[in-house]
């Protein structure tokens, strides 16, 4: 079974457009330095954390993430 991963490099990209940072982005959200650690390393958080930033940057979940499917070793992409 092929692992998935979650990116966040859209949501980086968007802030980017946005002219705002992440430190911007944690207070406006409110979430800890621990979650924007966790966004960084590209690790799950939860839902509520995605829909705060969603609220804040006006988008939906698909403008900030994305699943990416892994094939492990021997599978056939």
Do not use: H
Not at 27 to 38: D, H
Not at 59 to 68: F, K, R, S, V
């Amino acid at each position: 079974m092929p692992e998935l991963m979650i990116s966040y490099n859209k949501l980086w990209k968007l802030l980017i457009d946005k002219r705002m940072s992440q430190a911007d982005l944690r207070r406006a959200a409110e979430f800890t330095p621990q979650t924007l650690g966790r966004l960084r390393k590209d690790e799950i958080v939860s839902t509520q954390i995605l829909m705060k930033i969603c609220i804040c940057l006006e988008c939906g979940m698909d403008d900030i993430l994305d699943i990416i499917k892994i094939d492990g070793p021997g599978e056939a992409e």
